[in-house]
């Protein structure tokens, strides 16, 4: 089972910008899809950025032109830019990975089989 490890969370007031991040092991790393989901309790984790090998991203629709996933291959670590936040975007954030590496991004939370521990993102307004 990979290790992903999720840091950066915290409380930000409304407008504010985060960084969220998730190492994982240079094994996993290089061969994997990832992507960034977040979830409230009583509601389905829902998909927030995905990134493939050849650097295709998709985003869910709320979040465009305001966060960034990108990647930093000397570290081994996915990343997640956070601006303009909104109350809305409160949640615990996770990465997940997915073999596969060079199909499509996805942000459907089955087609991943690896999962960090989450990090909590609090948004105040």
């Known amino acids: 089972q990979a290790q992903l490890v999720e840091s950066g969370g915290g409380s930000v007031q409304g407008g504010g910008s985060l960084r969220v991040s998730c190492a994982s092991p240079?094994?996993?790393?290089?061969?994997?899809?990832m992507a960034w989901f977040r979830q409230v309790p009583g509601k389905e984790r829902e998909g927030v950025a995905a990134?493939?090998?050849?650097?295709?991203?998709k985003y869910t629709d709320d979040v465009k032109g305001r966060f960034t996933i990108s990647k930093d291959n000397a570290k081994n670590t996915l990343h997640l830019q956070m601006s303009s936040l909104k109350a809305e975007d409160t949640g615990m954030y996770y990465c997940?990975?997915?073999?596969?590496?060079?199909?499509?991004?996805?942000?459907?939370?089955?087609?991943?089989?690896?999962w960090g521990q989450g990090t909590q993102v609090t948004v105040s307004s």
């Open positions: 997940a990975a997915a073999d596969l590496g060079w199909g499509p991004p996805s942000l459907t939370p089955l087609t991943y089989s690896y």
């Open positions: 240079g094994a996993i790393y290089s061969r994997v899809r």
């Open positions: 990134i493939n090998l050849r650097g295709i991203i």
